[in-house]
């Protein structure tokens, strides 16, 4: 069975900090991992996805994350935080034998960055 | 490029009463997803389709159903609605293995 664990249900940062958002999680085969944020009364946006290669993965809007495969971890990071990124975030996860839209969400992260 | 429309945005239905609520994916992406968002439960995967049929189930009730057209678009049906059905229900389409794209949502409100 997967799962994912995102410790945190709110982190607050100011804004030009660094923000990171804490993700590990289980699977049984090998993992595809992913981060969408989510605005109020919207849907979710793709941010990045880990699927195989580099540990460490970059996308949209300056966010980054680091797979680490011996911690089983996936902590999204920013190195300066905006006040618009005040947002919910998803880690999700998905086993490479499983359908493409079977996706496993934590439980969401709420970012609040002050100016 | 069109993104994944989900209609319509918002729905208030009374208890009892059965809902169908529609995605249409982005153009070439033939697997669509449901997931039911709570603040209880968070988001909880539902059911995927792919090329009309349902590939996968998540650990809901049989009054939950959908379906998939031959252009992909999905609809997805809850009978004998309870006010526990009040939700955020979201739709994705997926090109490939390797990213799904969300809707907007609709909002389900059962009073």
């Known amino acids: 069975a997967q799962s994912v664990a995102q410790p945190e249900d709110q982190v607050n940062v100011a804004e030009g900090n660094p923000l990171t958002v804490k993700c590990t999680y289980s699977?049984?085969?090998?993992?595809?991992l992913f981060w969408y944020v989510q605005y109020p009364n919207r849907g979710l946006q793709f941010l990045l996805k880990?699927?195989?290669?580099?540990?460490l993965v970059k996308g949209s809007y300056g966010f980054e994350a680091e797979f680490n495969k011996s911690q089983t971890s996936f902590h999204l990071k920013k190195p300066s935080a905006l006040v618009s990124d005040s947002a919910l975030y998803f880690c999700?996860?998905?086993?490479?034998?499983?359908?493409?839209?079977?996706?496993?969400f934590g439980a969401g992260t709420q970012v609040v960055v002050t100016p | 490029k069109a993104g994944v429309t989900q209609t319509p945005r918002y729905l208030i239905k009374t208890r009892g009463q059965q809902v169908t609520l529609s995605c249409s994916p982005i153009s070439g992406h033939r697997s669509v997803s449901w997931y039911q968002q709570t603040p209880g439960q968070g988001l909880q995967f539902l059911f995927e389709y792919f090329s009309e049929t349902q590939r996968n189930k998540g650990n809901f009730p049989g009054r939950f159903s959908g379906r998939q057209f031959s252009n992909s678009r999905s609809e997805m049906n809850v009978s004998t609605l309870e006010l526990g059905d009040s939700a955020l229900y979201l739709c994705?389409?997926?090109?490939?293995?390797?990213?799904?794209?969300f809707g907007q949502g609709t909002r389900l409100t059962v009073v």
């Open positions: 994705a389409s997926s090109f490939d293995r390797f990213e799904a794209f």
């Open positions: 999700a996860v998905r086993d490479n034998t499983d359908s493409w839209g079977k996706l496993q």
């Open positions: 699977v049984s085969g090998n993992p595809y």
């Open positions: 880990y699927i195989t290669g580099d540990n």
